[in-house]
């Protein structure tokens, strides 16, 4: 019943929808196609109340005025071939390929023949050209493409065609629109299942394939906590920021922009590009930050892929490795730390193991991360800045020594050489030259066990 | 060690009863014992409700009912006539409310009253009088919140410290001004970052180079008084060198703001109580003598604890007072009020109300007075738990009733005509302050805990070997409770102290003490030391003993009134009992809930669902209307 009634409504609307959309499309077509004004103006209502009157027969007692459709000597000769429709949509679009024009094709197929002849090689064509048209994640289009069925002549008459595959091929090209639909995520729409409903009959493949998808779509919509918009900013600040904020998953996390893309021309006339760097840190990585024993190097490590959607960014951090279990000092505990009640017991015993509800989990400290940070250009001396600019929040790390262990960036893939040459050394403070010395030794041993660490992370 | 306990409740016992005996017979010589009570050193072992914990009623110490003199009585009549007058004629609440400002005119009548000195010694120029008429005066002052809550912050917080912890000096030197209510005192613990967390107090004392003053910088938030306070306890942090470690520790100090460099900001625009003064107090560099020091130096938390410990009793009285003056108004306006032809005292759910309004009162009065003659006793009582519990039950139960009074005239309680919404505002500061309701149920559960984990845990550990005996004694314990031979702790029977009348009631309690019991054990079976962070299993022990407290306390009162029969005893056995049942099946239900894989037990889904709230920091759910698809 409701079905029915949707049915009705959205033919409805379609006949209003379409007559409006129509009218502006196919006068554009009409143009192009210099036919006359009378058959335009003929062509409108007839299109209109197909959606009323889908039956072929109805379509047969108007015919379609002969120089419409037949409007190009070429077209006429390669529709023989088995790569016409392919060739259709390279003719019509030659220079643009938009929506409108995919439109275009569209309707220039549907009123060449009134048997729709072909349809099948047509809808398949289209398919693969849509990308190109950049229209595969339109919805509308979609349901243009399966209008060009014709409708209520694959719809089953009896059981026994229902059993079998009534028009497999038919069929099958409609479950290849709508497999295409969900390849690309597109989720269909009642208007979707109008017409499938028109053109196979409720109990088709293609239908079923409808209520499989809308089984599905709608619960796997928003099931990833983290999802990542269909258009990523353009701004590499802001791509930046929104990556940041998407690695760091905490809400007290700041974001620092400590330089914004810039491009200076000094005075012997050179350009000189800065990159942009942006950063992230949350109230407790500063915290911990505070606490870090001094003497003890962190680390600027990366860069590490993100990846979002189809694009790939990168980013780095800036670590420590995790505390020897002898330097960690637990915080003694205070009696005369909570004024209204006792924050511990002095009992001697234990929660018994039945109500031991924490799972086993072997623990493996992976030393803190402090901050984190998204660059232009991912040379020592930018990311310096960075630690520059984080000093002003953290200045701990005006007494750390601070080492940076670079591996070749996407962009530094053809220079070999400069891959070592990244691994050095880098005081904040000033620091004897022997000291600088032996540490170098010590340091390299450290990136060279570090490798597998760092690949595994890559890996998530 | 229960032998020793024993003896020691039995000679305590026989004092009891030789000093009740002298109560009766020279009340003002009372007065002056409990103004040397301070002096004393023997601190007696008072437990009661500790005792709940292992499932024991030590009713020596809430039978009979604690009551005081006749002399006693007659003075406090003639205290109370006054004060009464007072409130009734002079007091202009809703003009203090409305303005923010308690009068000077008022604030003078009630310094000639000696409202400002109850409870300071005569010597120093105060009433001297014991807690139990603290308790009786507070149900007046508490027909203004703002008056009620101005009084408090002076002397039950203000002031307490040098009356408790000060030495003679200070006594002599501050007690008499503050007494009079020439200088008005504030209390200053609470900071910005640090609410109970002593630890996180920023205030310093440093001692100056001639080490004669103490330095203190800092400032405190939302002081009562604090923009016309003349002295001030004031908590600060101060090194001190323990075990020749230096160690940063909270010190307590007198600070008189004629000492210069006080501070007081803006007053606070609050929901109610608006005619107390709220304000930040801020300390630059004020020179405070060493002599000011209460107590020793890095001794301020001990200090901080006693008065606040100290300081909690009253709110039950008081509450009780404010509810009693609301049935009065409430019950005119239901008698006359008429709807179809019926008065609205004829409806049901009106008369749910006042009989809500009246059981939460006599629970309250009955707690309050128990309290406080217990506070009263000679020795130096640490009655902290029973405060907090009479504390935690009278805040809770004073908000329901007065937004149920104001319900009884809908719509018209809700203008400002009348009075039920100023009291349902001032009303609303009573489970926040002087400690907010959560933090004192932890502190009234886990005190329990420790107490009946130390007697316990020998016991827990053998079992936990597997000792069969033991465990086979436990089987058959639970045995014979399950086959139905409730405890009896004898409250009622031959040595009965509970009245017969009230025996139904006084087996409902001793059963839910047996059962509370062995609920206590479970838990320390189960969590031992880790119950610290089970917060919701304390908040269910914490409810429950209060339950049972209450209990005690209208079984105490109730079981009095009858033997010596007060007017209108009845109604006292009727309120007595509904009480006892109400909260007997909700303990029951509570303690069900305890059990393990308890199916009424909901909380690791409430907990899941708080986390996933905080995670959002925001509500969960998308909006019903809308869709996917």
Redesign the interface.
């Known amino acids: 019943m409701k079905c029915a009634r949707c049915l009705l409504q959205l033919q409805c609307l379609r006949l209003v929808g379409q007559s409006a959309r129509s009218a502006a499309q196919r006068g554009a077509l009409l143009q192009s196609a210099s036919s006359s004004q009378p058959n335009a103006l003929l062509s409108t209502p007839h299109q209109a109340l197909r959606g009323f009157h889908g039956s072929p027969a109805h379509a047969k007692g108007r015919p379609v005025p002969a120089e419409f459709i037949d409007d190009d000597d070429d077209e006429k000769k390669r529709d023989k071939s088995l790569v016409a429709h392919d060739d259709l949509f390279e003719r019509v679009a030659k220079e643009v390929k938009t929506k409108a024009t995919f439109n275009k094709v569209v309707d220039v197929f549907i009123k060449r023949d009134v048997r729709r002849r072909g349809h099948v090689e047509f809808i398949y064509a289209a398919l693969k050209k849509m990308p190109e048209f950049g229209v595969e994640r339109d919805l509308v289009v979609y349901n243009r493409l399966l209008d060009v069925f014709p409708k209520e002549v694959f719809v089953p008459r009896n059981y026994i065609q229902q059993m079998f595959n009534h028009y497999p091929r038919q069929q099958e090209c409609g479950v290849q629109v709508l497999e295409q639909m969900e390849n690309y995520g597109i989720m269909p729409n009642v208007e979707t299942k109008v017409l499938l409903v028109q053109i196979f009959g409720e109990k088709g493949h293609p239908t079923r394939k409808y209520q499989r998808i809308m089984y599905w779509f709608p619960k796997f919509k928003h099931v990833n906590p983290f999802p990542v918009p269909q258009q990523l900013p353009e701004d590499p600040v802001d791509l930046a920021r929104f990556s940041l904020t998407r690695i760091a998953n905490d809400r007290d996390a700041k974001v620092t922009v400590h330089q914004l893309p810039c491009t200076d021309v000094t005075e012997s006339g050179e350009q000189i590009t800065q990159p942009h760097i942006v950063g992230i840190q949350s109230p407790s990585q500063v915290e911990l930050l505070a606490k870090h024993n001094p003497s003890r190097p962190v680390f600027v490590e990366g860069p590490f892929p993100l990846w979002l959607r189809k694009k790939c960014v990168h980013y780095y951090v800036l670590r420590a490795d995790p505390t020897p279990p002898d330097e960690k000092v637990e915080e003694p505990f205070d009696p005369e730390r909570c004024l209204d009640y006792p924050l511990q017991l002095e009992l001697d015993l234990d929660r018994d193991l039945g109500d031991e509800e924490s799972f086993d989990v072997e623990d493996l400290d992976e030393g803190p991360v402090f901050a984190m940070c998204m660059t232009g250009r991912g040379d020592q001396a930018v990311l310096n800045q960075w630690i520059s600019g984080l000093q002003e929040n953290n200045p701990i790390l005006g007494q750390v020594p601070t080492l940076f262990r670079l591996e070749a960036g996407p962009r530094e893939l053809q220079g070999a050489a400069d891959t070592e040459s990244a691994h050095y050394h880098h005081h904040h403070g000033p620091e004897p030259e022997t000291q600088k010395e032996e540490r170098q030794p010590q340091e390299e041993e450290v990136t060279v066990e570090e490798e597998p660490r760092t690949s595994q992370r890559m890996k998530r | 060690m229960m032998n020793v306990n024993r003896i020691v409740s039995k000679s305590v016992q026989i004092g009891q009863r030789l000093l009740a005996r002298d109560t009766r017979h020279a009340g003002k010589e009372v007065a002056r014992l409990q103004q040397r009570r301070s002096i004393r050193t023997h601190s007696r072992n008072l437990a009661y409700a500790k005792d709940l914990f292992l499932g024991q009623v030590n009713k020596a110490e809430v039978f009979p009912y604690p009551e005081i003199g006749n002399e006693e009585v007659d003075e406090l009549n003639q205290l109370v006539a006054p004060v009464e007058k007072f409130f009734n004629e002079e007091v202009d609440s809703a003009k203090i409310d409305r303005e923010a400002e308690i009068p000077p005119e008022t604030l003078n009548g009630l310094k000639e009253l000696g409202l400002f000195g109850i409870m300071v010694p005569e010597e120093y120029g105060g009433l001297g009088l014991s807690n139990t008429v603290y308790a009786r005066l507070a149900e007046i002052t508490s027909l203004d919140g703002s008056i009620a809550v101005t009084l408090a912050a002076h002397q039950a917080i203000g002031l307490k410290g040098i009356l408790i912890a000060g030495n003679e000096a200070q006594k002599q030197k501050y007690l008499p001004k503050l007494s009079s209510g020439e200088h008005i005192a504030a209390f200053c613990?609470t900071e910005p970052g640090s609410g109970?967390?002593?630890?996180s107090i920023q205030t310093r004392a440093t001692l100056s180079e001639d080490g004669k003053h103490y330095l203190i910088n800092g400032s405190k938030f939302w002081i009562s008084n604090g923009d016309m306070a003349d002295v001030m306890t004031v908590f600060a942090r101060t090194e001190v060198v323990v075990d020749g470690v230096k160690k940063d520790?909270?010190s307590a100090f007198i600070v008189e703001r004629a000492f210069g460099g006080v501070t007081s900001g803006k007053l606070e625009d609050k929901l109610g109580i608006r005619g107390s003064h709220t304000c930040e107090v801020s300390f630059d560099n004020v020179p405070v003598p060493v002599e000011n020091v209460i107590g020793e130096v890095g001794g301020g938390?001990k200090v901080?604890?006693n008065i606040?410990n100290s300081g909690r009793f009253s709110m039950g009285s008081s509450s009780a007072g404010m509810i009693k003056k609301l049935i009065e108004l409430t019950a005119e306006y239901a008698a006359t009020r008429k709807q179809f032809n019926k008065s609205l005292g004829e409806f049901g759910m009106i008369q749910e109300k006042f009989a809500l309004m009246s059981v939460n009162a006599f629970v309250m009065e009955s707690m309050a007075y128990l309290t406080a003659g217990m506070m009263d006793r000679p020795g130096l009582p640490d009655c902290s738990l029973e405060a907090a519990m009479v504390k935690v039950f009278s805040s809770e139960g004073g908000w329901i009733c007065v937004s149920e009074a104001l319900q009884i005239l809908g719509g018209l309680g809700y203008t400002k005509n009348y009075p039920y919404e100023r009291y349902v505002r001032d009303c609303r500061i009573l489970p926040i302050f002087e400690?907010t309701n959560e933090?004192?149920r932890?502190?009234i559960a886990?005190?329990g805990?420790?107490y009946a984990?130390?007697e316990l845990?020998g016991k827990?550990?053998e079992m936990?070997k597997g000792n069969i005996g033991m465990a086979l004694g436990m089987v058959g314990k639970k045995l014979r409770s399950s086959l139905g031979s409730p405890a009896d702790l004898g409250l009622t029977g031959k040595d009965g102290v509970v009245h017969p009348s009230l025996a139904e009631s006084s087996k409902k309690f001793e059963q839910n003490v047996g059962l509370f019991g062995s609920t206590v054990e479970s838990l320390?079976?189960?969590?031992?030391?880790?119950?610290?962070d089970e917060q919701l299993v304390l908040k269910r022990v914490a409810d429950v003993l209060i339950n049972l407290y209450a209990m005690t306390a209208v079984l105490s009162r109730t079981s009095r009134s009858i033997s010596i029969g007060l007017r209108n005893h009845d109604h006292e056995v009727l309120l007595a009992n509904t009480f006892c049942s109400d909260a007997f099946f909700k303990n029951n239900y509570w303690m069900t809930q305890l059990q393990?894989h308890s199916p009424e037990n909901n909380d690791a889904n409430i907990k899941k669902i708080a986390r996933e709230v905080l995670e959002n920091?925001a509500y969960v759910c998308?909006h019903p209307l809308e869709?996917?698809?």
């Open positions: 613990l109970s967390d002593a630890a520790k909270i938390f901080a604890m606040l400690g933090i004192l932890m502190y886990l005190t805990m420790q984990g130390k845990t827990i550990k936990k320390l079976y189960r969590y031992g030391k880790t119950i610290v393990k920091r998308s869709r996917t698809y």
